[in-house]
Nanobody
Framework: LVFLTESGGGSVAAGGSLRLSCTAS????????MAWFRQAPGKRREAVAA????????YFTDSVKGRFTISEDNSANILYLQMDNLKFDDSGVYYC????WGCGETSWSQEGKYGYLGQGTQVTVSS
């Protein structure tokens, strides 16, 4: 079963924008902590951003602060990642993750804390 499905990836020139979406299957409740991870070729998967659902509490890795925005439509169970001023190093496969605990200052970036992970969507930024 696929519980989380990402969409919105694509190819864009540096400086451009993309918005990723993640929808949750009706088989699961909307998780308390939702996040985006990414993995570039040859690199480990890293946390990008997270949100405690139903609140304004958000977390970002330093390299995307001021450029990326994470948000949700919890009436429709959709998670978004607005990515502006994209850079070459933002390229990779972006994954949506969901966990049934409130995101914490240190725990939000720990992949093992999340019970659900989507299959990913490719983002390619050309320099």
């Amino acid at each position: 079963l696929v519980f989380l499905t990402e969409s919105g990836g694509g190819s864009v020139a540096a400086g451009g924008s993309l918005r990723l979406s993640c929808t949750a299957s009706e088989d699961i409740d909307w998780p308390a902590c939702m996040a985006w991870f990414r993995q570039a070729p040859g690199k480990r998967r890293e946390a990008v951003a997270a949100i405690t659902t139903g609140t304004d509490l958000t977390y970002f890795t330093d390299s995307v602060k001021g450029r990326f925005t994470i948000s949700e439509d919890n009436s429709a169970n959709i998670l978004y990642l607005q990515m502006d001023n994209l850079k070459f190093d933002d390229s990779g496969v972006y994954y949506c993750a969901g966990g049934f605990w409130g995101c914490g200052e240190t725990s939000w970036s720990q992949e093992g804390k999340y019970g659900y992970l989507g299959q990913g969507t490719q983002v390619t930024v050309s320099s």
